[in-house]
Structures are given as structure tokens and as C-alpha cells.
């Protein structure tokens, strides 16, 4: 019964984030494919990163990458045009403040922001996208951890090369975190993603990418406001 129970939240992506995730993860392997994962489900071949999408807001090309039933982003969003968005002034930041990052690991996003940036036909991942994603890697005999990292930038904790694999194209780079104002920390050696989550609670959560685990991260507010900020990666609407 609690198993079940334990299920049913996976699938509803209300999971509490303290659990250890290789638990959750373990479930969700057991769980006679919750998410209906099938790779006959499409056409195109595993992994597929023939395919990019333009963005018609500011005509930045992003590589694409189709897995299962899901179609993401290969790389990192940065859109910055403050003119046709203005909630991006005090709510999108680049690595150090340097330009420069944004273009090599896309922006980094406010969790207020993060749900109203990806362009129309895309949307901010889910809980249970990202579990879909996961679960594919495994059933597709892939190893999430490293798979999902892409194959050069990534150093350990001691500055020692450790790159990911990249098995599907997804390529996660190290882009590091904001964790407050002007505050950053942890390029080349992690990686943070937001997801669909509300924003006002008194804690917030990431996934978390490094060389040593995959993880989700769960944060208190300090101050009343959220001052991290992490990437995000869009995903295709369901057609």
C-alpha cells in the first residue's frame, strides 16, 4: 500500500524531494512503466538530434533532441530581450555577469521567471517529465548519471576531467548557480535545472547534475524571496 501510494505521487509529480532519489527512481522502475515510456512511439531513431528549433522572439537556434515521446531543448535557454519581455530586468542573470557565459551555458532564470520563458510550443519541464526522461535512459540501457552530461567541460570537485557520456544528445553542461545577488559558484563542475513548482512556498526545488550523482535539491527561502537562480531547459508540447 504505501508503495502504491508512493506511485501514484511519482505519477502526480508531488514527490517530497527528501527522499534519497535512487528510491524514487527504483519505484518508478517497478512501476510497470508508469509513464507508458515506448521508443516504437515515434519515428525517428533514439536519441535523435537531427532536428533544431528556431526561436521566433529573437531568432536564436536551439539543437533538439527527441527521446521516447518527449522532444527537448539540447541546450540551455537564453533568451534575453528585456524590450519584448521586461520581466527579465532583475530576473535573468549571466554566469559572473559576463555575456560571454550566457552564450557558452544560456541564462540564468529567477523560479518566479522560469515557468514563462520558454517560447510558445514549449514549456518548463514537470517533476514527472524529468522522471520520463530518466526512466527512458534506463530502459534504453543508459546510466542517467553520466548519460545526461555532455562529453567534455565537466571536471570533479578536484579539477580532475570527468566528463558525461551524452548517450541520447541531451548534453548538459556545467553551467554552474547563482545563489544570490551577484553570487556564483560551481562552473564546470554542476549543473541546475528548474521545473514546474510554486514559487511561493517557503522552499523550492532543482534537479541537480554533477560528476558524482543526479539528485533533486530542496532549498529554504532565506529572507522571504528566492535568490537562486538555475537554467532551464524547455520540452515540447505534448501534440
Known amino acids: 500500500m504505501v508503495q502504491q501510494e508512493k506511485l501514484q505521487k511519482i505519477k502526480d ?30 519515428t525517428l531513431p533514439v ?27 539540447a541546450e540551455n535557454l537564453d533568451y534575453r ?22 552564450d557558452a551555458y544560456g541564462s540564468f532564470y529567477s523560479c518566479e521567471l522560469s515557468s514563462q520563458v520558454c517560447p510558445a510550443g514549449w514549456h518548463l519541464p514537470s517533476i514527472s517529465d524529468w522522471f520520463e526522461l530518466y526512466n527512458f535512459i534506463v530502459l534504453m540501457g543508459g546510466d542517467p548519471q553520466s548519460g545526461l552530461r555532455a562529453k567534455d567541460g565537466w571536471l570533479d570537485y578536484s579539477d580532475n576531467v570527468n566528463n558525461g557520456t551524452d548517450v541520447l544528445g541531451f548534453t548538459a553542461l556545467p553551467g554552474g548557480i547563482m545563489y544570490g545577488a551577484n ?17 511561493s512556498l517557503n522552499e523550492y526545488e532543482a534537479l541537480y547534475l554533477s560528476s558524482e550523482e543526479t539528485n533533486f535539491v530542496s532549498s529554504s527561502v532565506s529572507g522571504g524571496k528566492i535568490t537562486d537562480a538555475y537554467n532551464v531547459r524547455c520540452i515540447k508540447d505534448a501534440e
Open 13 to 42: 509529480g508531488q514527490f517530497p524531494f527528501y527522499e534519497d532519489i535512487t528510491d524514487i527512481f527504483s519505484l518508478v522502475l517497478l512501476s510497470e512503466n508508469i509513464f507508458e515510456i515506448d521508443d516504437t512511439t515515434t
Open 81 to 102: 530581450d528585456s524590450v519584448a519581455k521586461p520581466e527579465l530586468e532583475g530576473n535573468r542573470w549571466c554566469y559572473d555577469n559576463e555575456a560571454e557565459q550566457c
Open 183 to 199: 553570487s556564483y559558484g560551481n562552473a564546470t563542475q554542476e549543473a541546475w535545472f528548474w521545473y514546474v513548482q510554486d514559487c
Open 47 to 73: 536519441g535523435d538530434t537531427s532536428d533544431s528549433f528556431t526561436d521566433p522572439r529573437d531568432g536564436k537556434t536551439y539543437k533538439t533532441v527527441t527521446m521516447g515521446k518527449q522532444t527537448w531543448m
